[in-house]
C-alpha cells in the first residue's frame, strides 16, 4: 500500500514576510477616553440632579417657528457622555485592528461633549440661544480663516509665514482708515488687501532676496506694523477720530430664502459680504490648489524647489507672488475687525488672532477645507466664552477668557499627531 504524502506549503515570500505592522498610534483613542471620562465625571457625577437646561433654536426671521427644547441637565449629559465613551472604545478598536477612521469620528465626538458641557453650563439658567452661537462662532472664524488660508499659500511655496498678525493688524488699519475717509465700509474692505500684501512685499524681499531667516522676519515685521499702527493710532486717528476712525460698518445681507431656513439660513446666510467672500475663498483655493496646474507648481515649488526649477519654473518668482497674494488673503481677513465688525480701530486689536491662525493652519494639514475646520472650532471656543458669560454659567469669567486659547493648545497638541510640513519649508533657494 502506497502512503500518500502532502506536499509542503509553499514559503511566504521575503516580501510578505518582512512587511513590518504599521506601528499602532495610541495618541488620539487615549486623548478621546481622557476627555469622555472628564465629561463623566464633571459634567454628570459632581453636579447635583434635577435641574434642567433649554435651548432655543430659532430666530425671529425664520420661515417657521422651533419651540425651545428643554432637558434634564444631568440626563441628558449622562447620554451624551455614553456616546462620546463607545466612540473612545471605537476609536481603541481602529488601533488594534490597524484601521483608519474617517474624520467624522473627532467630528461626532467633540460635538458630543461640547453639547454634554452645555447642559451643564446652562442648568437653571436662561436659555441658551443655540443658532446664534453658531452664527456668531462662524462669524469670530472669519479672520482666522483668511489667516489660515495666508499660511496655506506661502507654506505651500516654502515661506513660512509668521507675519500674519502684522498682515491682519495692518488690513484692520487701512480698512478703518478708508472707510472713514470715504464713509464707505466697501471701500474699506477693498483697502484692506493692500496692506497686507504690503507686508507680504517686505517677507519675501528679505527672505528671497536676502536670505534672511524666515521665522526671525516674520517676528519683526509683527512688531514693525504693532508700532507703525499704534504710532498713527495715537498722533492721527485720536485727534480726529469722526475723519480717520469712525465706525463704518458692512451690512448684514440676508439670501432670500436660504436665510430664512431655520437654524441653517441665520448661521450660513445672514452674514456680511466678508463671510461670503471666505466661502469663495476657501472654496477657489481647495480647487486651485489640488486640481489645477498653478497649484501644482506651487506645491511643487515647496516640496521639492530644485526638480521644480529643472522642468522651467521659476521658483523664486512663485514664491515672491504667492507670498504676496497671501499677505492680501490675510489683509483681507483683517477687515473683520474694524468694517465687518463695525469697529473703529484700535490698538493691538487683533488680539493674537494671527497666531491662532497659523495654529489653525498646522490643524488642518495645511489644506484649505482643514485650516477652515480648525478656524471653526476656535471660534466656535471663543464665542462660547461670550454666550455663556450672558447666560451666567458657574464658571469664572477668567477661566472662560482662557478658553480659546486653551482649546488651541490641546487641539494642535492632542489631535494633530505626526504631520509634516512641506519638505522646503523655510529653506532659500539658491540656484
Known amino acids: ?146 489667516g489660515a488660508l495666508s499660511g496655506v499659500l506661502c507654506e505651500r511655496v516654502g515661506i513660512v509665514n509668521i507675519a500674519i498678525e502684522g498682515q ?4 484692520a488699519f487701512l480698512a478703518a482708515v478708508v472707510a472713514s475717509v470715504t464713509s464707505s465700509a466697501y471701500a474699506g474692505l477693498v483697502a484692506a488687501p493692500i496692506a497686507g500684501a504690503l507686508v507680504g512685499v517686505l517677507l519675501v524681499i528679505f527672505s528671497v532676496r536676502y536670505w534672511v531667516n524666515q521665522i526671525i522676519v516674520g517676528v519683526v515685521l509683527n512688531v514693525l506694523v504693532v508700532g507703525v499702527t499704534s504710532y498713527l493710532y495715537s498722533t492721527v486717528l485720536t485727534e480726529d477720530s469722526a475723519t480717520w476712525n469712525a465706525r463704518t460698518p458692512l451690512p448684514v445681507i440676508e439670501i432670500p430664502v436660504l436665510s430664512q431656513i431655520p437654524v ?23 480647487i486651485f490648489l489640488f486640481r489645477s496646474r498653478w497649484g501644482l507648481r506651487l506645491r511643487a515649488v515647496g516640496e521639492h524647489p530644485k526638480a521644480a526649477d529643472t522642468v522651467g519654473i521659476k521658483v523664486n518668482a512663485t514664491r515672491v507672488k504667492n507670498t504676496i497674494l497671501g499677505g492680501a488673503v490675510a489683509g483681507l481677513g483683517g477687515a473683520f475687525f474694524t468694517v465687518a465688525a463695525g469697529l473703529a480701530f484700535g490698538k493691538e486689536m487683533t488680539g493674537g488672532k494671527g497666531f491662532i491662525a497659523l495654529a489653525a493652519m498646522i490643524l488642518g494639514r495645511w489644506n484649505p477645507v482643514g485650516a477652515l475646520a480648525a478656524a471653526l472650532l476656535f471660534g466656535f471656543a471663543d464665542n462660547l466664552q461670550t454666550v455663556l458669560g450672558i447666560v451666567g454659567t458657574p464658571i469664572p469669567s477668567q477661566i472662560m477668557l482662557m478658553t480659546p486659547y486653551v482649546v488651541t ?23
Open 409 to 431: 493648545i490641546f487641539a494642535v497638541a492632542g489631535l494633530v499627531g505626526r504631520v509634516r510640513a512641506p519638505a522646503a519649508e523655510g529653506i532659500p533657494y539658491i540656484k
Open 1 to 146: 500500500m502506497t502512503a500518500v504524502t502532502t506536499p509542503p506549503a509553499p514559503a511566504p515570500s521575503r516580501s510578505a514576510a518582512s512587511k513590518p505592522l504599521t506601528p499602532i498610534s495610541w495618541r488620539a483613542p487615549v486623548t478621546y477616553a481622557v476627555v469622555g471620562l472628564l465629561s463623566l465625571l464633571l459634567f454628570v457625577i459632581l453636579p447635583d440632579g434635577g435641574t434642567t437646561t433649554t435651548f432655543r433654536l430659532s430666530t425671529a426671521g425664520d420661515f417657521f417657528q422651533i419651540q425651545p427644547v428643554t432637558v434634564s441637565s444631568t440626563g441628558a449629559a449622562l447620554f451624551l457622555t455614553i456616546l462620546a465613551l463607545m466612540l473612545a472604545g471605537l476609536s481603541f478598536w481602529a488601533a488594534v485592528d490597524r484601521r483608519k477612521v474617517g474624520m467624522w469620528l473627532p467630528v461626532v465626538f467633540g460635538v458630543l461633549v461640547v453639547l454634554a458641557f452645555l447642559c451643564w453650563a446652562g442648568a437653571g439658567k436662561s436659555a441658551i440661544p443655540l443658532t446664534g452661537l453658531l452664527q456668531g462662532s462662524l462669524f469670530l472664524a472669519v479672520p482666522l480663516v483668511f
Open 168 to 171: 491682519l493688524l495692518a488690513g
Open 264 to 286: 441653517v439660513g441665520p448661521v450660513l446666510f445672514r452674514q456680511t459680504l466678508l463671510v461670503y467672500l471666505m466661502y469663495a475663498a476657501v472654496v477657489v483655493l481647495q
